[in-house]
T-cell receptor, first 113, second 114 residues
Framework: AQTVTQSQPEMSVQEAETVTLSCTYD???????LFWYKQPPSRQMILVIR??????QNATENRFSVNFQKAAKSFSLKISDSQLGDAAMYFC??????????FGTGTSLTVIP | KAGVTQTPRYLIKTRGQQVTLSCSPI?????VSWYQQTPGQGLQFLFE???????NKGNFPGRFSGRQFSNSRSEMNVSTLELGDSALYLC?????????????FGPGTRLLVL
């Protein structure tokens, strides 16, 4: 069975600094999709970044980038130049070719002014 | 384009009752998935509907059911509510639910069971 593990329940970062959120997953599939979602307090979940497993190049979206290590089944999110608006719960998610989603338990990120 | 909408936003029920939650996907989206979010378990996949048919199902008891209408709107029903059903219920839509597609989430319905 697929599982997604986020080992850091809480993280904090100084404004303008860089923070990395970790995520590991367990699967026997070779094709899949990985995501990071952001859920601000009392607001809806939005997609931050996604990575296709067959692509070796790490995905980047502005200040957000991932470090995808397929062999290690690791998918970390790096947030550069952290802003106050980045404060949220971040979820790592795995999607199977059979179209099922598995989410981690989330990392709560605090941005310190 | 309007986003995914869910109604009601908040709901309080008592044990043993049943509840129906509604989700309207983004216009043109035909796939709707439902998730349960709790502090202890995180997000867990309930089921996915496409073209009025349940296409995928997570590991939840039969008390949790759903349906989808011809306009792609979806409803989720929970019968015989238990205290542990208290959660944020999220729905997400995508165009056809392909595994390479991005899902767009609604704001959720927060259910409290007393």
């Amino acid at each position: 069975a697929q599982t997604v593990t986020q080992s850091q329940p809480e993280m904090s970062v100084q404004e303008a600094e860089t923070v990395t959120l970790s995520c590991t997953y367990d699967t026997s599939e070779s094709d899949y999709y990985l995501f990071w979602y952001k859920q601000p307090p009392s607001r809806q979940m939005i997609l931050v970044i996604r990575q296709e497993a067959y692509k070796q190049q790490n995905a980047t979206e502005n200040r957000f980038s991932v470090n995808f290590q397929k062999a290690a089944k690791s998918f970390s999110l790096k947030i550069s130049d952290s802003q106050l608006g980045d404060a949220a719960m971040y979820f790592c998610a795995y999607r199977t070719t059979g179209n099922q989603f598995y989410f981690g338990t989330g990392t709560s990120l605090t941005v310190i002014p | 384009k309007a986003g995914v909408t869910q109604t009601p936003r908040y709901l309080i029920k008592t044990r043993g009752q049943q509840v129906t939650l509604s989700c309207s996907p983004i216009s043109g989206h035909r796939s709707v998935s439902w998730y349960q979010q709790t502090p202890g378990q995180g997000l867990q996949f309930l089921f996915e509907y496409f073209s009025e048919t349940q296409r995928n199902k997570g590991n939840f008891p039969g008390r949790f059911s759903g349906r989808q209408f011809s306009n792609s709107r979806s409803e989720m029903n929970v019968s015989t509510l238990e205290l542990g059903d208290s959660a944020l219920y999220l729905c997400a839509s995508s165009r056809v639910g392909g595994w390479l597609e991005t899902q767009y989430f609604g704001p959720g319905t927060r259910l409290l069971v007393l």
